[in-house]
């Protein structure tokens, strides 16, 4: 059975903690595995607060400068656009193409292909239908909010308008051709490799960042103003310093005090949350499987993390009250429980049948049309655990992206200078 420990999941840097990161890209498709209790609000709420721009489904920072270049070298070739023409339907299949194309040399080249988005469909001829998400939507908010394209551009259909007007703005028809439409500014896409090719038939790493793309990277978003008073920004400026402090404990404690309430809210809430999910197994196997052994064990663990339940805060720009009032009335009765005492050191029948009505409110109060809980059937593969093994608002994600890991020599020293760490 899956058993881990919290703590402060969200603030650890252990290899095995990079690894179970890396894995919660997959495990977070499995149907069941991500939100069964409706506060993803505020999980999203605190991660935008925290790491804006990243999520989970992102494997490299290389895609930062990938699909710019990608679509940089569609405008720089794109025919001239009718006063009235959709050109999206066009622009996006170019752009799939890319991807796929991408993606298929990359494999063949790569040392390894982790990290690589849709490498298990490499070599598909029908591009439109080789993943269920391309890397254009899981970086685009991101490429947005970091100044990474030539203007704001929320959604690829703004992008379509914005080339519309660039074009309509060029009066000498060779200039829309020219090597740069996008400026000086973004000069560095015009030196990305977007197929990648191996000398001599060697192995390399095609998600690498050199370092003068890592220093463009960090600058742009160090500039960004979604950025700045973000932990992100502590992350950029300061990584060496957080990534050697020691324990979890250490670790948690510096970021608060560089980041103050909103760090610990989020953690706080991260061991609220693991406690509910607890509840929330022991109500599973009541109803389905009657597992003694599996109850008594979450049981102990959840006895074991209530007393560091703190209280319940929320910051109201969320609009958690507002959109889910329902599902924050259930969250403080159970919350209320677990502050009571009303947990005691060995399962007693009462206890679990409370436990087991509170958690049924809970998710029908979430709104979910297939509940987990009474739903007939046999159990899901993935029943060993139901929920967020952890809540670490992207911090991990974070950590990741930055570690050097693909990062212009996988991980060597630069040294001290923030420039080229």
């Known amino acids: 059975m899956k058993h881990n420990m919290i703590a402060f999941g969200w603030l650890n840097f252990s290899a095995a903690d990079m690894k179970r990161t890396k894995e919660a890209i997959a495990e977070l498709k499995v149907p069941g595995s991500v ?4 506060i993803s609000i505020i999980r999203d709420g605190f991660a935008d607060r925290l790491f804006p721009g990243l999520n989970v489904m992102q494997t490299s920072l290389k895609y930062y400068l990938l699909l710019p270049a990608m679509l940089q070298e569609i405008e720089r070739k794109f ?18 193409e890319k991807e796929c194309r991408f993606c298929d040399a990359a494999v063949i080249v790569a040392r390894r292909p982790e990290g690589i988005i849709g490498q298990e469909s490499a070599g598909q001829k029908i591009y439109a239908k080789r993943m269920s998400r391309f890397p254009h939507g899981i970086y685009w908010h991101g490429m947005d909010i970091f100044g990474l394209l030539p203007d704001h551009y929320s959604t690829l259909r703004d992008f379509c308008e914005g080339m519309r007007a660039r074009q309509r703005d060029s009066d000498d028809e060779s200039k829309r051709d020219r090597k740069l439409p996008w400026g000086e500014e973004f000069a560095i896409y015009g030196d990305v490799t977007l197929e990648p090719e191996a000398p001599d038939g060697k192995k390399i790493d095609p998600l690498e960042l050199t370092e003068g793309e890592y220093v463009f990277l960090r600058k742009k978003m160090l500039d960004s103003d979604a950025v700045k008073g973000t932990a992100l920004e502590i992350l950029l400026n300061e990584p060496r310093e957080l990534r050697e402090a020691g324990s979890a404990e250490e670790i948690r404690e510096t970021f608060i005090k560089a980041f103050g309430d909103v760090a ?64 924050l009335r259930e969250m403080k009765k159970f919350h209320e429980f677990i502050k009571s005492g009303g947990i005691g050191p060995e399962p007693q029948q009462d206890i679990l049948n409370k436990i087991q009505k509170m958690m049924t409110d809970w998710e029908k109060a979430a709104g979910k049309k297939v509940p987990h809980l009474k739903e007939p059937g046999p159990q899901p593969k993935e029943a060993d655990w139901i929920g967020m093994e952890f809540l670490d608002f992207r911090y991990n994600t ?10 212009y020599g996988e991980g060597e020293d630069h040294g001290d200078d923030p420039e080229t760490h």
Do not use: W
């Open 35 to 38: 939100d069964e209790l409706g």
């Open 264 to 327: 610990r809210q989020a953690a706080e809430f991260g061991i609220f949350m693991r406690c509910a999910f607890l509840a929330y197994n022991i109500a599973y196997r009541m109803y389905r499987s009657g597992d003694d052994e599996e109850i008594v064990e979450y049981y102990h663990e959840l006895y074991e993390l209530h007393g560091k339940v703190s209280d319940l805060s929320i910051p109201p720009e969320f609009g958690f009250e507002r959109k889910k009032p329902g599902t």
């Open 398 to 407: 974070a950590v990741r992206l930055f570690s050097g890991d693909g990062v």
């Open 79 to 96: 025919p001239k656009i009718g006063e009235n023409e959709n050109i999206r339907p066009r622009l996006l299949e170019k752009l799939i």
